[in-house]
């Protein structure tokens, strides 16, 4: 979970194992539309159906690897799912930091105001 868990490379991933279950999927589709009498020809397609089966089914379940640990890393505060990058949270520092000192400055007036007005 502390490999790199950029938008980026998630995307990358996710693409990837798209294109991995489309793929596996027609490999398993493509030889149901011909009609084959020839028994060698039958067992190796039956054959080529559990290799594309075992490879379908390592796709989704790398797709599930995906989902868990996007949601650890979620969980955990690791995923930036607002999409802030480090201009957006040093913007929204020095924002935090000026409410601060307007605050701090509004405190003082309102406390100098109730002095005199005393």
Same mark, same amino acid.
């Given at each position: 979970?502390? %490999?790199?868990?950029?938008?980026? !490379?998630?995307?990358?991933?996710?693409?990837?194992?798209?294109?991995?279950?489309? $793929? #596996?999927?027609?490999?398993?589709? !493509?030889? =149901?539309?011909?009609?084959?009498?020839?028994? =060698?020809? @039958?067992? *190796?397609?039956?054959?080529?159906?559990?290799? +594309?089966?075992?490879?379908?089914?390592?796709?989704?379940?790398?797709?599930? %690897?995906?989902? #868990? &640990?996007?949601?650890? !890393?979620?969980?955990?505060?690791?995923?930036? @799912?607002?999409? +802030?990058?480090?201009?957006? #949270?040093? #913007?929204?520092?020095?924002? +935090? +930091?000026? *409410? $601060?000192? *307007?605050?701090?400055? *509004?405190?003082?007036?309102? &406390?100098?105001?109730?002095?005199?007005? &005393?």
């Amino acid at each position: 979970m502390d %490999s790199q868990l950029t938008s980026r !490379a998630l995307h990358s991933r996710i693409n990837n194992n798209i294109s991995q279950l489309l $793929q #596996r999927f027609e490999n398993i589709i !493509a030889p =149901t539309r011909f009609d084959h009498v020839d028994h =060698t020809q @039958t067992a *190796v397609e039956a054959y080529n159906l559990n290799v +594309e089966t075992g490879a379908l089914i390592r796709a989704a379940e790398d797709i599930l %690897s995906l989902t #868990r &640990s996007m949601k650890e !890393a979620w969980l955990f505060e690791k995923l930036d @799912t607002l999409g +802030e990058n480090d201009r957006d #949270r040093q #913007r929204n520092k020095e924002l +935090e +930091e000026n *409410v $601060q000192k *307007v605050k701090g400055m *509004v405190m003082k007036e309102l &406390s100098e105001g109730s002095k005199e007005s &005393s």
